[in-house]
């Protein structure tokens, strides 16, 4: 049961490209975002639906297969654990983001023909 303290599951669709940054030790991040979309009917029988924005951060081999292979809309699953920091804008206030630090990827739907 510890693994199970901080664990994310989601499976959704790419909202953004990934942003892939490389350090100067040739480490690279990718940073994007995914949405979630889930239907019900509510309680006057209208089909609704609802998404979640999450924000992805995927480091090492992960950011180079998004950098590669990931583009606006694509399906994937991912597995990770949530991450929160803070940092200081420009005017100096204090800025707090809630992402999703990805360990596994899998990339879902049709899979593009070979010509």
Known sequence: MYALKNKVQLIGNLGTAPEVKTFESGKKVA????????????????????????????????????????????????????????YNDKEGNTKYITEIQVNELLMLGVKPTEE
């Open 31 to 86: 940073n994007f975002r995914m949405a979630t979309s889930e239907v019900y009917r509510n309680a006057k029988g209208e089909k609704v639906t609802e998404t979640q924005w999450h924000n992805l951060v995927m480091w090492g081999k992960l950011a180079e297969i998004a950098e590669k292979h990931l583009t606006v809309g694509k399906e994937v699953a991912v597995e990770g654990k949530l991450v929160n920091r803070s």
